[in-house]
């Protein structure tokens, strides 16, 4: 964007008032002739410039409305003499335009929770605006996997077995051993009533034999005259397929804010002007909001302009308290580590207990939710006597945030792979003795549909984290907000009211996403499950944002940590994959229920069905594999990764090349004013001389 | 039903539409807003200016602080008395809408700051504008001290040519390193 044009046209549209001309700064010599310059706009009169850069350049125009008018006007009335073809191209762009700017405003009407989301951001600002936006995005995520997972498996699955007269469907029946294929998932006799409760919240009994989990779908392979649907080889490809939508998703997503991040280098340089220039939120309304906005802000200032005195006061520290500050954080940090340690070791001692307990009555289900409670419990007490460690080791504000989310992630993300590990190691006989795995390949006592087992495991602990956030808010956040209004004791009152604390929640939502991701292959309705719930969250948490919260006294930055929160969510997404790979590719499938019964690996379809394609596909597709495509694919990549490093290298010279040269012009600037000073001063001599 | 009198006429609209990074139904909805401002008699003529006061009656801009500099920028009046147009009111509401430009914001966030309307920030304005943040009244001021220092940090973060005040060009250099400005930068009606 250029503004160079003359300055007649400036001030001869209308006079622009606020500005000077540049004669009248010069004689005033109160300040630099910087003003009018920079300050007062101009238009671009170039007429080789196309129509919808000129079109934008309008818009962009910081003129009032008549300015802009006028200006259009003359440049209707400058008809370049185009052909005909060029006439009919510009029509069909502009017509093009039109379309896009109208279906974008349609798309935006239909935008799910659009109005909620902006009073959201208004009356409590961008942090918690973006765990809503989080929210939003997993629910459409979910839904869209749901799509994909019912469209491929489950319709075909219901279509199949509703059509089972046997006319052209082939069900192998598994040659296995006796014992590896009995399966009875319905037990006889007459049952408690509430077990139909717990069966509900446990995936066992009356649903444990349905489409929710594993071991109800066939391996059912429909050949007909023009149409042929494999079943196993559709649930594996579309497990996988489910795997990289998600990812293809979040990597977009996490595009723009990566761009963002890398623009502003991550720290917070210039803290203060930034604060003061760009700290306002003119979105907010009420005189409430604006009161507390502005005393986050002078909170923030002064606690920063606190800070920079305590850090010149602390520059002056003497070694020996800085090894004794050191020492303190080395000696906190072991604690921390110990109590990690501690609820990992506690985990896996109740996955062990609960995978052996057999039992049907009220007791049991707490011991089959043993897991899911040991890792809520660990989440919540851990972080928060973390929090109370770190109030000893003296970082930074700054400083201590990140580690907390650090510790908190690293304590969610491990504490679930351990919960893995042990039912991996369980199944898979590793604890148990040698001999319950031989005759099957994986522990067929204990387990004799070991999919569907995990796919409950899974199940069980997206309904205890649902369960937990509706019974904090019931339970906690209520009557907190109730005991805050009424009571009038002090330490009531210096407590305060709930505080949306942004972090936590976040890391909750990529738990519980992380779960679903890991159960998808064992349980597919898991998906739909998910959105259901994370709607219900969405609505409980904005229940509980405007009732029982108050706006935080730090606000938070949303756009460094939107880039985190994206990146913990891929970091459970790889979680999740090396779970799938690990039982696609290792573990022998179950041979008493599920698609994969008759073969040794989940693998293993794929290559049984790549010999039924035509011979073209076959070898176009060995010929992708082989080492004479993917060897010169690897080094293109290579090539376009180092020219786009170089790349982005030039542009930061070029930052700090342009930075300089401001610096250079404006000492120019002094100079030539002094001499025009010193000039006009001889000058005005030589008068009085006269 | 809406009076037919106060409609916006069709090749208005879409010249609006041209000027503006306003959509069709932000600019009919300011329309319909902007002439519940004005008194029923009144309504039907086009380029009827709104005093300010009433202007400031509107819940999006009852409590911000801004509100008086944010009418006399968009103002185009020769009486310097903030009054506003319905023009004016689409030029407000185009600056601060979603898709305005990060260079048409920073511009008008910059004229917003400019106290005395000189074309540089110097300390004055600056201290004029930490008072809008932090609040007008005396417990919520930064007291002198507090606020030198916060001025001379300002200054020496955002100052590149050293003349102590600062300029278009270098507020437009802090604003681009923030980004969260765009999105707090937002009006909607």
Redesign the interface.
């Known amino acids: 964007m250029d503004w160079n044009g003359s300055q007649r046209h400036g001030s001869a549209m209308g006079g622009y008032p606020s500005y000077p001309s540049p004669q009248e700064s010069l004689r005033l010599r109160r300040r630099p002739t910087n003003v009018a310059d920079q300050s007062s706009p101009q238009f671009n009169w170039n007429p080789d410039r196309k129509e919808d850069e000129r079109r934008q350049d309008l818009k962009e125009l910081p003129l009032p409305m008549a300015l802009k008018k006028s200006i259009w006007q003359v440049q209707q009335m400058k008809i370049p003499a185009v052909s005909r073809w060029q006439s009919w191209k510009m029509q069909k762009s502009k017509t093009l335009k039109r379309f896009r700017e109208s279906s974008g405003g349609a798309l935006a009407y239909v935008a799910l929770w659009r109005r909620v989301l902006q009073k959201i951001g208004g009356h409590f600002g961008g942090g918690v605006q973006s765990y809503f936006l989080f929210l939003r995005f997993l629910v459409v995520l979910n839904f869209l996997s749901f799509l994909l997972i019912a469209s491929f498996v489950l319709v075909p699955s219901i279509v199949f077995q509703s059509h089972n007269s046997g006319n052209n469907n082939t069900v192998n029946i598994s040659a296995g051993k006796e014992e590896c294929t009995t399966y009875d998932p319905n037990p006889q006799g007459l049952v408690h009533f509430y077990t139909y409760f717990i069966d509900l919240l446990t995936g066992t009994g009356f649903m444990e034999y349905s489409y929710l989990f594993y071991g109800y779908y066939n391996n059912t392979e429909v050949i007909t005259n023009d149409f042929s649907y494999n079943i196993p080889l559709a649930y594996l490809l579309t497990a996988g397929f489910y795997f990289i939508f998600c990812l293809i998703c979040i990597v977009i997503r996490m595009g723009s804010a990566v761009r963002i991040a890398v623009k502003t280098g991550g720290k917070a340089v210039g803290g203060y002007s930034t604060l003061v220039f760009t700290g306002w939120d003119y979105g907010l309304q009420g005189d409430r909001a604006v009161r507390l906005k502005q005393n986050s802000i002078r909170y923030q200032l002064q606690v920063d302009l606190e800070e920079e005195r305590i850090k010149l006061k602390a520059a002056s520290l003497t070694l020996a308290q800085i090894v004794g500050l050191y020492s303190l954080r080395a000696f906190l940090n072991l604690i921390v580590l110990a109590l990690i340690g501690g609820s990992f070791y506690g985990i896996f001692l109740a996955t062990e207990f609960s995978q052996g307990y057999q039992g049907t009555d009220f007791v049991s289900l707490v011991v089959e939710y043993l897991p899911s409670i040991v890792i809520t419990a660990a989440n919540f007490l851990v972080p928060f006597l973390c929090d109370q460690i770190a109030l000893l080791e003296r970082h930074s504000p700054s400083t201590t945030v990140i580690l907390a989310l650090l510790r908190a992630v690293f304590l969610r993300m491990i504490s679930l792979g351990v919960l893995l590990f042990t039912l991996w190691s369980q199944i898979t006989c590793r604890t148990a003795e040698r001999g319950t795995c031989q005759p099957c390949g994986y522990n067929h006592t204990l387990y004799p549909c070991w999919e569907t087992r995990v796919g409950q495991e899974m199940y069980k602990l997206a309904m205890f984290d649902f369960i937990t956030v509706i019974a904090v808010m019931i339970l906690v956040e209520f009557p907190r907000r109730m005991v805050v209004d009424h009571c009038s004791c002090k330490l009531v009152k210096f407590v305060g009211r709930q505080e949306f604390v942004v972090p936590q929640n976040v890391l909750g939502l990529v738990y519980g996403q992380t779960v679903v991701w890991v159960g998808a292959l064992f349980c597919p309705l898991l998906p739909v499950i998910n959105t259901v719930k994370f709607v219900i969250i969405f609505y409980c948490k904005r229940i509980t944002l405007f009732y029982n919260c108050r706006p935080a006294d730090r606000t938070f930055r949303s756009t460094s940590s939107n880039f985190f929160f994206l990146l913990v969510l891929l970091f459970g997404w790889m979680l999740a994959c090396l779970t799938l790979i690990y039982s696609v590719a290792v573990i022998h499938p179950s041979m008493s229920c599920g698609p994969f019964l008759s073969l040794t690996t989940m693998w293993r379809v794929v290559p049984n069905s790549f010999y039924s394609l035509s011979d073209t596909t076959r070898e176009f597709l060995l010929f992708i594999g082989s080492q004479a495509f993917s060897v010169p694919l690897f080094m293109l990549s290579c090539v376009v990764l180092a020219y786009v490093a170089a790349l982005a290298s030039v542009y930061g010279q070029s930052v700090s090349l342009l930075r300089a040269q401001l610096k250079l012009e404006g000492r120019d600037k002094k100079f030539l004013v002094k001499q025009i000073e010193e000039l006009s001063s001889v000058t005005k001599r030589r008068e009085q001389n006269f | 039903m809406g009076t037919t009198a106060s409609q916006l006429q069709k090749d208005l609209l879409s ?1 609006y ?5 306003l ?3 932000e600019i009919l909805l300011a329309h319909k807003r902007f002439s519940e401002l004005m008194a029923k008699e009144e309504r039907s003529s086009p380029s009827l200016r709104v005093p300010m006061e009433k202007i400031l009656t509107m ?2 801009l ?5 509100r008086e500099r944010i009418c006399h920028v ?1 103002s ?1 009046s ?1 009486m ?1 008395d903030g009054s506003l147009t319905f ?2 009111f ?2 407000l509401l ?3 809408s979603d898709s305005a ?1 990060l ?2 914001k920073s ?3 910059f ?1 917003i ?1 400019d106290f005395d ?4 920030l110097d300390c004055g304005d ?1 201290e004029k ?2 008072n809008c ?3 007008e009244t005396e417990d ?1 001021r ?1 007291n002198p001290e ?1 606020m030198r ?2 001025i001379t ?2 200054l020496e ?2 100052d ?4 102590g ?1 600062v ?3 270098e ?1 437009q250099h ?2 681009s ?5 765009v ?6 009606l």
Do not use: C
């Not at chain 2, 009852?62 to 801004?66: A, D, E, G, M, V």
């Not at chain 2, 390193?177 to 400005?181: A, G, H, L």
């Open positions: 010249e539409q041209e000027l503006t990074f959509t069709k139904q819940p999006e009852k409590s911000n602080p801004f968009f185009t020769d310097k023009e004016d689409l030029d185009s600056a601060f430009t260079e048409i511009h008008y966030a004229r700051f309307d000189d074309g540089t600056l504008l930490v943040l932090t609040g919520t930064l507090e220092q916060l940090n300002i973060e955002s590149i040519d050293k003349d005040t300029n278009l060009s507020f802090v604003i390193r923030s980004p969260d400005f999105s707090s930068f937002k009006i909607v």
